[in-house]
């Protein structure tokens, strides 16, 4: 068996690419064994071996721990990096905290591109469809976890996902190894341990083969979700619109219904938006089917929200709005907008804030409704509305930018977009530009 389970270690080694290798040391009987495996391989420590333990405070005994791993990685001869870290208890529940905070440490003690092999075994692979499976999760979530992925700057590597734990505790037996228990494993409120002390025992003993059947049906649909993945990828390069926040929407439609969603989630990732739940996926694919050509069909989510807007849905982050009575004399110099729209100035050649004399005062606003203005000496004077709608600015956007007024309400300039023939003659004489510095959403 020790035989066994070295040359699967050591056919994981030749496939790995090339890096150092940290293993992800709890002081528990699978990390613990995991660490034995590499230490005994050449292998393994001519790459550079070491271990890392993560010490979450959340235990009383934890110290103890830390000195556990310690002597353990002193009897391999494989040197120990302990990291500190607190856990915020908030929102997600301990045990998802944890995980966080442990993979925060993680990243921010490795190397680029150093390897951290953790110790997850079939029974955890097992376990982990299972979760998934119950949270409703797609083939990304029921494929598990991989042998090996790419999180930050680092590679998570598992090479016992194919070994039951059984096996990795006669090995531990045979090998007299030493080992933490953690109390938090026997408490059964936890999802996970409810899984594995509670349902896992009567599904084996039903089904024998359980673990393996289920492990075996997470490594098809792992396949499937690759697949889908690299078909998404393309999808995208399809639908995406030339600029990168907005989306073709009829094409979205049109795509086979397994691809919709992951090139939703691989486009909002891309532009670093959060991502909806299923519910709001559902409600976007209904809007946009059934929203008319006048409509502006708009789904919200913390932190993101999506828009429609003639062919193309926009992505934006929560879209901040002055309100509809803000007014503000102004006399030229840097003028900090509200809504965090940026800042509004007259500029001199040299760039630098020009203010307007004593005598001379304009306005700033937002618009209202009804604003008109003359682009050219002898023309017509034409609605704002109607300008917007030709330049193809987004409806959200119009009301956040500023428009310049003089005192008699005669409308000067709107943001660094229009000029009135008056406002162009009057900064003309002024020898000043109306310069907006601004970031709007779209």
Not at 182 to 189: V, W
Not at 274 to 297: C, F, I, S, T
Not at 430 to 437: D, G, I, V
Request: aromatic share 6%.
């Amino acid at each position: 068996m020790p035989g066994r389970l070295r040359e699967h270690l050591r056919n994981a080694l030749g496939s790995l690419p090339p890096g150092p290798i940290a293993v992800a040391l709890s002081g528990g009987l699978d990390s613990s064994v995991l660490l034995h495996l590499l230490g005994s391989l050449p292998e393994a420590r001519a790459r550079g071996l070491r271990a890392i333990h993560v010490d979450h405070g959340l235990h009383a005994d934890s110290g103890q721990w830390s000195a556990r791993c310690a002597q353990t990685c002193a009897d391999c001869d494989v040197p120990l990096t302990v990291l500190r870290t607190e856990v915020e208890r908030a929102g997600h529940g301990l045990e998802a905290a944890a995980r966080r905070a442990r993979f925060a440490a993680l990243r921010a003690a490795l190397e680029d591109d150093e390897i951290v092999a953790f110790a997850h075994h079939r029974d955890d692979q097992a376990e982990t469809v299972l979760l998934k499976l119950l949270r409703g999760a797609g083939p990304e979530g029921l494929g598990a976890m991989r042998t090996l992925r790419r999180l930050g700057n680092f590679l998570a590597w598992r090479p016992l996902l194919g070994i039951s734990r059984s096996l990795l505790r006669s090995y531990a037996d045979a090998q007299r190894l030493n080992w933490i228990s953690d109390p938090s494993n026997a408490d059964t409120l936890i999802d996970r341990n409810f899984l594995r002390i509670d349902i896992l025992p009567r599904l084996r003993a039903r089904w024998p083969d359980a673990d393996a059947s289920i492990v075996q049906s997470a490594s098809w649909v792992r396949a499937a979700a690759d697949f889908i993945e690299a078909e998404s990828a393309r999808a995208l390069a399809r639908v995406q619109g030339l600029d990168p926040n907005t989306l073709r929407y009829r094409d979205w439609l049109e795509l086979p219904e397994a691809l919709r969603d992951p090139v939703l989630r691989r486009w909002l990732r891309s532009i670093d938006l959060p991502e909806p739940n299923q519910y709001q996926v559902a409600e976007l694919v209904r809007q946009l089917a059934e929203a008319g050509e006048d409509k502006l069909p708009c789904i919200r989510w913390p932190g993101a929200e999506l828009r429609r807007y003639r062919a193309l849905v926009h992505a934006l982050r929560p879209l901040h709005v002055p309100t509809a009575d803000w007014e503000h004399e102004w006399d030229g110099s840097v003028l900090e907008l509200p809504a965090s729209l940026g800042t509004l100035s007259l500029a001199g050649a040299d760039g630098e804030s020009r203010p307007l004399t004593d005598d001379l005062r304009l306005r700033v606003r937002f618009r209202r409704g009804g604003e008109a203005l003359r682009l050219a000496a002898g023309t017509h004077r034409r609605e704002l509305r109607d300008l917007f709608q030709e330049a193809g600015i987004p409806p959200w956007e119009r009301g956040r930018i500023p428009i310049v007024l003089d005192d008699h309400g005669e409308l000067l300039g709107v943001g660094d977009l229009w000029l009135s023939d008056s406002g162009r003659s009057l900064f003309t004489r002024l020898k000043c530009q109306l310069r907006w510095n601004h970031a709007l959403t779209a």
